[in-house]
């Protein structure tokens, strides 16, 4: 009886251990202005700094780590795309965070020319996925200094896959007005993923980030080509939950889904990981109670902390085999 339980418990881990190999979950997280606390000459950081509008002191800073970190973790992810994340030293120290610290996250990120300093990057779990190779794609258009695409191809226990982690040129100054620039970062994302398909079309590619257009809107229906059709190249799973009225972050009381993650045909039909399904994280805690319909719970109110997360909500994308 006494070996019965050790042999037990050794199957039921292994079982386990199975069907976590048949399940991978690939998330997105806009983390709202996850800045260190040291200005930096070439950025416009200066609100975030110790003596800024802010009054980001090092005790903020540690506690926007562990929030940040306490989502990631609940989102149980292999891959996890990041938007405004100010350099490496933010990186480190967010993988460090306890939450985290089981999970053995690595991360590739490059600076980019952003004036404000926000960056994209790509938290990985060493454990199921090997970094082949990165690069840091620019945005081609004249007098246009904002993210590049982050791309980076690896093996995803034994598939290969080519990520794009994506932060679009914001609406700031108006949807018409600035409606020309994510055209051009949608041109970016279609050239580096027809120049994947041409060397192998059933090509396993994913596409993420905060589009800062809707899976509707021109920019990434018509001219990245995602659609809400599993048999076309590039297929967008967001599309039914944004016409429901869901979304991932508010603007004017209305919900926008500009956080997605999509994924060209190889990852819907085929061998090896498939999409399986898509969802918001939209769990009570990192939700607003004090506003109608439950907005994300942001950091900070005005210029106070506010001891919160994010102004976006997390996706996750399921995939199995």
Not at 145 to 172: C, E, F, M, Q
Not at 198 to 221: F, H, L, Y
Request: net charge positive; glycine share 6%.
């Amino acid at each position: 009886m006494k070996l019965l339980l050790p042999l037990l418990l050794l199957a039921l881990g292994g079982c386990y251990a199975q069907e976590k190999q048949t399940r991978c979950a690939i998330a997105f997280y806009n983390v709202e202005n996850l800045f260190d606390t040291v200005d930096d000459p070439r950025k416009q950081d200066d609100e975030f700094t110790p003596r800024g509008a802010y009054r980001y002191t090092d005790k903020v800073y540690q506690q926007k780590l562990h929030n940040i970190a306490t989502v990631i973790s609940k989102l149980d992810a292999v891959l996890v795309g990041l938007a405004e994340v100010e350099n490496n030293t933010v990186l480190k120290d967010l993988a460090n965070q306890a939450p985290l610290s089981g999970r053995k996250y690595k991360y590739v990120w490059y600076d980019s020319p952003d004036p404000r300093g926000i960056d994209v990057a790509l938290l990985y779990d060493a454990t199921r996925f090997k970094v082949l190779s990165s690069e840091a794609i620019p945005i081609q258009m004249m007098g246009l200094a904002t993210r590049d695409v982050l791309y980076v191809k690896g093996i995803l226990d034994g598939d290969t896959l080519h990520v794009h982690v994506n932060h679009w040129p914001s609406r700031g100054e108006g949807l018409k007005e600035s409606m020309h620039k994510r055209r051009a970062a949608a041109i970016t994302n279609e050239k580096n993923i027809r120049r994947i398909l041409a060397v192998n079309p059933n090509g396993k590619i994913i596409i993420m980030g905060d589009m800062n257009d809707n899976p509707d809107d021109e920019s990434i229906s018509n001219i990245l080509g995602a659609k809400n059709d599993k048999t076309a190249k590039l297929y967008n799973p967001w599309y039914t939950l944004h016409k429901s009225g869901k979304g991932t972050s508010v603007y004017n009381r209305k919900w926008d889904h500009f956080d997605q993650v999509i994924v060209s045909h190889g990852l819907v039909s085929g061998k090896g990981w498939r999409f399986d399904k898509a969802e918001i994280y939209d769990a009570d805690f990192i939700r607003n109670k004090g506003f109608e319909d439950a907005y994300p719970l942001r950091s900070f109110k005005g210029y106070h902390w506010n001891n919160g997360y994010s102004d976006h909500l997390p996706v996750i994308l399921h995939l199995r085999k």
